[in-house]
């Protein structure tokens, strides 16, 4: 079983920037791998990154390589996800993530979800 808590969700301009943070409790984590989601209103919840646990293998939506990056913080626990360069399209519930034993986009293996967090980036 993992616990996933995320934070840093907010309002900023187009050209902003926003960090998100990801709190996972629970046993093995370094058997998970850890990503993020989105999910803009009345559309599917889409893929934007994710981070191998016992490594440094990450892997990024297109719409979103070279603006946002994936990190872990061991020690912490946590899973952060730095947004640069932020546009109108990013606007969304963004989640985190977790699952054992799979490298997928696809968000319906996945094993374990946060609440989510609002982003919204205005004009």
């Known amino acids: 079983q993992v616990q996933l808590e995320e934070s840093g969700g907010g309002l900023v301009q187009a050209g902003g920037s926003l960090r998100l943070s990801c709190l996972a409790r629970g046993r093995a984590l370094n058997l998970y791998t850890l990503g993020w989601f989105r999910q803009p209103l009345g559309e599917e919840r889409e893929f934007v990154a994710w981070?191998?646990?016992?490594?440094?293998?990450?892997m990024y939506a297109d719409s979103v390589k070279g603006r946002f990056t994936i990190s872990r913080d061991k020690s912490r626990n946590t899973v952060d996800l730095q947004m640069n360069s932020l546009v109108p399209e990013d606007t969304a519930v963004y989640y985190c993530?977790?699952?054992?034993?799979?490298?997928?986009?696809?968000?319906?293996?996945?094993?374990?979800w946060g609440q989510g967090t609002q982003v919204t980036v205005s004009l």
């Open positions: 981070s191998k646990w016992d490594d440094d293998s990450t």
């Open positions: 993530g977790a699952n054992r034993g799979h490298l997928t986009n696809l968000s319906y293996i996945w094993d374990y």
